[in-house]
């Protein structure tokens, strides 16, 4: 900062010899060796039988179920992260009522694993076989089957909704704890109620502390999906491979081929999850001005002071208050 | 402000006209637990009056500032704004706790500054003025960003309008702090420490600030440790130290001419 430009060009620059890592060459050498060995090795498996697996990674059927996994997972993603913030605001609410809401629903969806939850779904037309409008205990109005109601895609999708928001409330509940209070000080100082509050500062600012262990959740989501046989939905990738391994008495080629799909959607997901941290980014980042410092900024404020002098809080530069 | 007069009535609360104090303190008590940090605090603050609050960290003077726009509730006593009680509604000899969405009303009124600015982040300096008119009056997105271009030129910054809090100085964000409480143009304004966060060489602009806005007869309760500023602009100024006010009077008499022992200790060491 110091150093004037003129001062600078005086002193010829210094060659500088970089540091050398030369172990890190031979284990990089190394590693590749290992890798292509195992690579030309799996190459020629019969095991790995990889004619099958050109021939099933883009059959209709296994495409089709990866459709079915990405809808799954993009679905009761997006139901899970809006119960969870709805959860995790409950829970930081000032009412008492919602606050015990929000508990027991974490303490039952948490406290179960999702394969038992996803299992009672399946089960839920055999236990409320009826649905009944009237008054309770009394004979219904109306009554109809359970049956028409409940199909298998949509309880997956409720089921495995359900179980994530309960972690996501835990993980917005984290964001929210991560904001200033003085943030939410300042809003209230300005008249903005409690949910104004929330929904325009706390929650913009928790997103940013949301969204890495939520791309996590998503991921874990997409793998997930593979236990709603439970219900039993069948048409997911997971199911739809074994299927066709069971139909060619070969269930290696398959595993690799719904490895390759599940892999495929993680890295677009992916993709998407540095977009949307990108934009929550905002306020946070590099300064517009490197150059400016505090002072020359101060400084041109002062000049605009000045001249604004028909301003009702014209600056008086006379006689400074300390 | 006609909805908050409506049902105060009682001894002094029952009209605003211009005589009527903009803030009264009777025997405001608060504590915390069994810790008692204001006791039995009665002040005046007059329309237009500039009031310095002073003295140890402590001494209850920031909790007094919150207690009146209601951020802290206070424990017994009675304290009204431009002749409105408070957070609390008044009938038939009981005072009743308002919704908060009344509070929130309240609260509009109120200019509030903070020690940490707490601008918001995640928005520019221009979208943090623009905030409460339009999400809290409703006020069109146009005529709130022409408001508050012009709140920012009055602090200095309209070529740092859309520059986020993370870009500008200490001094920067406090001013546009400032603009953006008085965007929801405030009867009142309260000024918790507003220096104290600022690099030295940085008071001096949001003090000036400040000192403009005293000369636009805003009414202002500052609590600060700047004594300089205190005997050049407030009209009043207070001394409080364990939760009781110790002394009042004229700055440039109780700064030159403190009256009390504890008073004296505590300038000597900070003048």
């Given at each position: 900062?110091?150093?004037?430009?003129?001062?600078?060009?005086?002193?010829?620059?210094?060659?500088?010899?970089?540091?050398?890592?030369?172990?890190?060459?031979?284990?990089?050498?190394?590693?590749?060796?290992?890798?292509?060995?195992?690579?030309?090795?799996?190459?020629?498996?019969?095991?790995?039988?990889?004619?099958?697996?050109?021939?099933?990674?883009?059959?209709?059927?296994?495409?089709?179920?990866?459709?079915?996994?990405?809808?799954?997972?993009?679905?009761?993603m997006?139901?899970?992260?809006?119960?969870?913030?709805?959860?995790a605001?409950?829970?930081?609410?000032?009412?008492?009522?919602?606050?015990?809401?929000?508990?027991?629903?974490?303490?039952?969806?948490?406290?179960?694993?999702?394969?038992?939850?996803?299992?009672?779904?399946?089960?839920l037309?055999?236990?409320?076989?009826?649905?009944?409008?009237?008054?309770?205990?009394?004979?219904?109005?109306?009554?109809?089957?359970t049956?028409?109601?409940?199909?298998?895609?949509?309880?997956?999708?409720?089921?495995?909704?359900?179980?994530?928001?309960?972690?996501?409330?835990?993980?917005?509940?984290?964001?929210?704890?991560?904001?200033?209070?003085?943030?939410?000080?300042?809003?209230?100082?300005?008249?903005?109620?409690?949910?104004?509050?929330?929904?325009r500062?706390?929650?913009?600012?928790?997103?940013?502390?949301?969204?890495?262990?939520?791309?996590?959740?998503?991921?874990?989501?997409?793998?997930?999906t593979?236990?709603?046989s439970?219900?039993?939905?069948?048409?997911?990738?997971y199911?739809?491979t074994?299927?066709i391994?069971?139909?060619?008495?070969?269930?290696?080629?398959?595993?690799?081929?719904a490895?390759?799909?599940?892999?495929?959607?993680?890295s677009?997901?992916?993709?998407?999850?540095?977009?949307?941290e990108k934009?929550?980014?905002r306020?946070v980042?590099v300064?517009?001005d490197?150059g400016?410092?505090?002072?020359?900024?101060?400084?041109?404020?002062?000049?605009?002071?000045q001249?604004?002098?028909?301003?009702?809080?014209?600056?008086?530069?006379?006689?400074?208050?300390? | 402000?006609?909805?908050?007069?409506?049902?105060a009535?009682?001894?002094?609360?029952?009209?605003?006209?211009?005589?009527?104090?903009?803030?009264?303190?009777?025997?405001?008590?608060?504590?915390?637990?069994?810790?008692?940090?204001?006791k039995?605090?009665s002040?005046?603050?007059?329309?237009?009056?500039v009031?310095?609050?002073?003295?140890?960290?402590?001494?209850?003077?920031?909790?007094f500032?919150?207690?009146?726009?209601?951020?802290?509730?206070?424990?017994?006593?009675?304290?009204?704004?431009?002749?409105?009680?408070?957070?609390?509604?008044?009938?038939?000899?009981?005072?009743?706790?308002?919704?908060?969405?009344?509070?929130?009303?309240?609260?509009?009124?109120?200019?509030?500054?903070?020690?940490?600015?707490?601008?918001?982040?995640?928005?520019?300096?221009?979208?943090?003025?623009?905030?409460?008119?339009?999400?809290?009056?409703?006020?069109?997105?146009?005529?709130?960003k022409?408001?508050?271009?012009?709140?920012?030129?009055?602090?200095?910054?309209?070529?740092?309008?859309?520059?986020?809090?993370?870009?500008?100085?200490?001094?920067?964000?406090q001013?546009?702090?400032?603009?953006r409480?008085?965007?929801m143009?405030?009867?009142l304004?309260?000024?918790?420490?507003?220096?104290?966060?600022?690099?030295?060489?940085?008071?001096?602009?949001?003090?000036?600030?400040?000192k403009?806005?005293?000369?636009?007869?805003?009414?202002?309760?500052?609590?600060?440790?700047?004594?300089?500023?205190?005997?050049?602009?407030?009209?009043?100024?207070?001394?409080?130290?364990?939760?009781?006010?110790?002394?009042?009077?004229?700055?440039?008499?109780?700064?030159?001419?403190?009256?009390?022992?504890?008073?004296?200790?505590?300038?000597?060491?900070?003048?």
């Open positions: 900062m110091s150093d004037s430009p003129t001062e600078a060009t005086k002193q010829p620059p210094m060659k500088v010899v970089k540091l050398r890592h030369p172990w890190r060459i031979v284990f990089a050498v190394v590693l590749l060796a290992a890798v292509a060995v195992f690579v030309i090795d799996a190459a020629q498996r019969e095991a790995f039988d990889w004619p099958s697996v050109g021939k099933y990674v883009f059959d209709q059927r296994v495409s089709m179920a990866a459709g079915y996994t990405l809808l799954l997972t993009v679905l009761a997006v139901i899970g992260v809006v119960l969870g913030i709805i959860l605001v409950m829970r930081q609410s000032p009412n008492p009522v919602l606050k015990s809401i929000a508990w027991v629903y974490l303490w039952i969806f948490r406290g179960t694993p999702v394969y038992v939850q996803l299992v009672f779904w399946g089960l037309s055999t236990i409320y076989t009826t649905v009944d409008l009237g008054v309770p205990f009394m004979e219904a109005w109306i009554s109809f089957p049956e028409v109601l409940f199909n298998a895609f949509w309880l997956a999708v409720i089921g495995l909704a359900l179980n994530e928001s309960a972690y996501m409330a835990e993980i917005v509940r984290a964001g929210l704890l991560s904001v200033d209070s003085g943030q939410h000080e300042a809003a209230t100082a300005l008249g903005m109620g409690w949910g104004k509050t929330m929904r500062v706390v929650l913009p600012q928790a997103m940013r502390v949301i969204i890495p262990p939520t791309g996590n959740e998503v991921i874990s989501m997409l793998k997930t593979s236990l709603v439970a219900i039993p939905f069948t048409l997911e990738l199911m739809r074994r299927d391994s069971v139909e060619i008495f070969n269930p290696i080629p398959l595993l690799i081929v490895s390759i799909w599940y892999l495929a959607i993680t677009v997901l992916m993709v998407g999850q540095y977009f949307l934009r929550f980014a306020g980042g300064r517009p490197a400016a410092g505090p002072v020359t900024a101060s400084m041109s404020a002062v000049e605009l002071e001249t604004d002098a028909e301003a009702a809080i014209g600056a008086k530069h006379g006689g400074d208050a300390r | 402000m006609s909805e908050q007069t409506t049902g009535v009682g001894e002094g609360t029952a009209t605003t006209d211009a005589t009527t104090p903009m803030v009264l303190a009777e025997h405001v008590s608060k504590s915390f637990g069994s810790n008692e940090v204001l039995d605090i002040l005046e603050v007059k329309r237009g009056e009031l310095c609050l002073v003295g140890p960290s402590g001494s209850g003077k920031s909790t500032l919150r207690c009146i726009n209601h951020l802290e509730q206070v424990s017994s006593g009675r304290l009204s704004v431009d002749g409105a009680l408070v957070g609390y509604r008044e009938a038939g000899g009981r005072l009743y706790e308002m919704h908060p969405k009344d509070i929130s009303k309240q609260r509009r009124d109120i200019g509030m500054v903070f020690q940490r600015f707490n601008l918001f982040p995640h928005m520019t300096a221009l979208e943090n003025v623009m905030e409460a008119p339009t999400q809290v009056k409703g006020v069109s997105k146009a005529k709130a022409a408001r508050a271009l012009e709140l920012l030129a009055r602090v200095g910054l309209a070529e740092r309008a859309d520059y986020y809090p993370a870009h500008l100085s200490g001094g920067q964000q001013r546009v702090a400032i603009a409480a008085l965007a143009d405030p009867k304004m309260l000024f918790d420490e507003p220096t104290s966060a600022l690099d030295p060489e940085l008071v001096g602009e949001v003090l000036d600030v400040m403009g806005l005293a000369k636009t007869g805003m009414t202002m309760i500052v609590v600060t440790h700047e004594m300089g500023f205190a005997r050049e602009v407030a009209d009043t100024l207070v001394f409080m130290d364990g939760g009781v006010v110790v002394e009042t009077g004229d700055p440039r008499e109780v700064l030159s001419n403190p009256q009390h022992a504890r008073t004296q200790a505590f300038l000597s060491k900070v003048l």
